[in-house]
């Protein structure tokens, strides 16, 4: 079984910051290409940041400069530093994890998410 954890959200003025972690737990062999996604109400969930397992990164156009995905592979764990937050980023997050398990295909997990809100 697999379970990503998703831990560092709270609450948070216009300008701070927050760090993400995405952990994810369970027999497996290792932890590929992962996401950070958010999503509000009423609205579809976006893509903020991904990452691969050899570090190459991409972001979306809205938080790019402001936010930087990392990773411990030996932690099996992804980061997101959140800096010059707005009430715009205000947010569930939620990490979607690419997973390689001894005998088993490929599969992506997601997370519960933690909850991002950023005060004016």
């Known amino acids: 079984q697999v379970t990503v954890m998703e831990s560092g959200g709270g609450l948070v003025q216009t300008g701070g910051s927050l760090r993400l972690s995405c952990e994810v737990f369970g027999q497996i062999y290792s932890v590929g290409t992962t996401g950070w996604y958010r999503q509000v109400p009423e609205k579809q969930r976006e893509l903020v940041a991904r990452?691969?397992?050899?570090?190459?990164?991409n972001y979306a156009d809205s938080v790019k400069g402001r936010f930087t995905i990392s990773r411990d592979n030996a932690k099996k764990t992804v980061y997101l530093e959140m800096n010059s937050l707005t009430p715009e980023d205000t947010a569930v997050y939620y990490c979607?994890?690419?997973?390689?398990?001894?005998?088993?295909?490929?599969?992506?997990?997601w997370g519960q998410g933690t909850q991002v809100t950023v005060s004016s």
């Open positions: 979607n994890a690419g997973v390689t398990r001894v005998g088993r295909p490929f599969a992506t997990y």
């Open positions: 990452i691969t397992w050899s570090g190459d990164t």
